[in-house]
């Protein structure tokens, strides 16, 4: 069985500081893990993945995550936070046989 | 490339009357799902298809929830008779079959109000 567990239900950050958005995992295998944005009224867009090839993984919009196995996490990161960073972000997993599961979403605020 | 194309956007029906939910997958993905976000959740799968053949309908109320995919590319998400717990965000995503190809790209959704 997997599952994805987002520790902030919500974060909350000043433009140009750094973001943190924490996922823990349960896997009885490596498992591939993906970050999504979701912006209000917008389809859900991939920001970056991994899938056993380097842990650290840059994605798109400056965005980077680190997936260390001895935590089971996988954290989203970000250097400075852009006002169009505000937004819901999801941890997700998926299996090798296209199985997946959601986090519950941490909704990022970002004050000027 | 076009994306996952979904239909309608918005709709508003009465409690126990039907609804039907369109998905148009991007060309070539083996795989369809459709998953029910309700407001302040991650979304939920419902159902995913790997061509026209169900892999995975645990999670559909399968009493009032049906779902095809005939020949395998466009799927209809049906309910029927709808109760006011249906209201969601239905979101539908199709992704390549393969173990690099696992990601999936998500269609706008159809945000679904029952009254």
């Known amino acids: 069985a997997q599952s994805v567990t987002q520790l902030d239900s919500h974060v909350s950050v000043s433009e140009g500081t750094p973001v943190l958005l924490r996922c823990n995992y349960s896997s009885s295998y490596s498992p591939s893990l993906f970050w999504y944005v979701q912006h209000p009224n917008k389809g859900l867009q991939l920001l970056l993945k991994y899938t056993s090839a380097a842990t650290l993984v840059k994605g798109i919009n400056g965005f980077e995550a680190e997936f260390k196995k001895s935590e089971t996490s996988f954290h989203l990161t970000k250097p400075s936070a852009h006002m169009s960073d505000a937004a819901e972000y999801f941890c997700v997993t998926f299996t090798n046989a296209g199985k997946s599961t959601f986090g519950d979403g941490t909704t990022l605020t970002v004050k000027p | 490339e076009a994306g996952v194309a979904q239909s309608p956007r918005y709709k508003i029906i009465e409690k126990r009357q039907s609804v039907a939910f369109w998905c148009n997958p991007i060309?070539?993905?083996?795989?369809l799902y459709w998953y029910q976000q309700i407001l302040g959740q991650g979304p939920k799968l419902l159902i995913q298809?790997?061509?026209?053949?169900?892999?995975?309908d645990s999670q559909l109320p399968k009493d009032r929830f049906s779902a095809e995919r005939l020949k395998g590319v466009d799927s209809t998400l049906k309910i029927q008779p709808a109760k006011l717990e249906d209201s969601a965000v239905y979101l539908c995503?199709?992704?390549?079959?393969?173990?690099?190809?696992?990601?999936?790209?998500f269609g706008q959704g159809t945000r679904l109000t029952v009254v």
């Open positions: 298809f790997q061509n026209n053949g169900v892999v995975d």
């Open positions: 060309s070539g993905h083996a795989t």
């Open positions: 995503a199709s992704s390549l079959v393969g173990l690099d190809n696992t990601e999936a790209f």
